[in-house]
């Protein structure tokens, strides 16, 4: 038990000493929220039952149901989307991170197609991007007498996407990059790195090794109308963290799976599904293992017989996958057991 939560629940310190150093869940009543106490403690009494094999009786489960949700939802927060433009129109590079199927690349387009109005481009990473391909480089072009073969400097995504931000300086302008840790980005980045710092007022500037033309020449700037916005898997584990120094010149916001989604768009066997493996991984998943908790994309077939065959031919693979790789190992016999379920459908 941490030292400033004693101090923050200074009045429960006789708990503290007589239950130990560690409790599970903390609520102190206070009488300007009597609905919130009584929720609070229907929440505790549930949990103290369901940890002992006991379900409420019916004419409660829809209150329980209600209550398990509600904690889904707070352990799973939804980040408005115009909070997410004004981090990007405040912080101007940003990486939006969660696992697969939350929806990251599909707002990232929305974005750049409504808030951006199509004033931008899109870009995926992979291993073989390079510092030319992103910045700049020499490229071969056929000589005009015919002898063979010139290298002149062409520009990257980067450059490019500079040049067309400062077309009109007034409008902003969108580079997404998706997948954008499956690069290594310090290689792709280069010297480039010391321009992202979203508080620069545009006087930040490097010397490149070429001379690309104008407007940028050997010099590069990035324009403050310049956002970036990256996407990012967090549960490939065959990538590498991003570094210290890149992380510091990001915003990150983590997009998580979302219960409301899944109620408002799918059948009731593939809301089902998507709470009972939330539940396994709520109950038995480390910190890390919870990033590898499948998103609400794989479960929104709203009829039943196509949601059987998309929970067969995709969830079901994924998890094989995490079953071969070892990410689950720590409750890999709950999530065979919830694929065998699955298997049985």
Request: negative net charge.
């Amino acid at each position: 038990m941490p030292d400033h939560v004693k101090r923050n629940f200074a009045s429960y310190q006789s708990v503290f000493n007589r239950y130990g150093k560690v409790l599970y869940g903390i609520f102190s009543p206070t009488v300007d929220h009597p609905d919130a106490t009584l929720k609070a403690v229907y929440a505790f009494l549930d949990l103290m039952f369901s940890e002992r094999g006991f379900g409420p009786l019916s004419s409660s489960e829809k209150e329980s149901e209600q209550i398990r949700r509600d904690y889904f939802e707070s352990m799973l927060p939804i980040i408005p989307r115009n909070e997410i433009e004004t981090i990007l129109e405040n912080r101007r590079y940003v990486v939006l991170e969660g696992p697969p199927g939350t929806g990251k690349t599909r707002l990232a387009l929305e974005l750049l197609d409504q808030r951006y109005h199509g004033n931008g481009k899109s870009i995926q990473f992979h291993p073989n991007t390079t510092y030319e391909n992103f910045v700049g480089g020499l490229s071969p072009t056929e000589s005009s007498n015919g002898l063979g073969f010139s290298f002149k400097p062409k520009r990257g995504y980067l450059i490019e996407a500079v040049v067309e931000a400062l077309k009109d300086p007034q409008k902003p302008y969108l580079l997404h990059v998706d997948e954008i840790n499956r690069a290594d980005l310090a290689k792709v980045l280069g010297e480039t790195i010391f321009l992202f710092e979203s508080q620069d007022d545009g006087r930040r500037k490097v010397s490149l090794a070429n001379d690309y033309g104008k407007p940028t020449d050997n010099t590069l700037q990035l324009p403050t109308n310049l956002h970036i916005l990256g996407t990012m898997n967090s549960s490939d584990r065959s990538i590498a963290i991003l570094d210290i120094a890149i992380r510091r010149r990001f915003a990150f916001i983590k997009l998580w799976p979302q219960i409301e989604v899944v109620q408002r768009l799918a059948c009731p066997l593939m809301l089902e599904a998507f709470q009972d493996l939330l539940s396994i991984f709520v109950e038995y998943a480390s910190d890390d293992a919870f990033n590898l908790m499948p998103g609400h994309a794989y479960f929104l077939e709203a009829d039943k017989e196509r949601a059987i065959r998309v929970l067969k031919t995709t969830l079901y693979p994924l998890l094989e996958e995490y079953m071969a790789q070892g990410y689950v190992a720590g409750f890999s016999e709950h999530i065979l057991a919830y694929m065998q379920w699955l298997k049985s459908l």
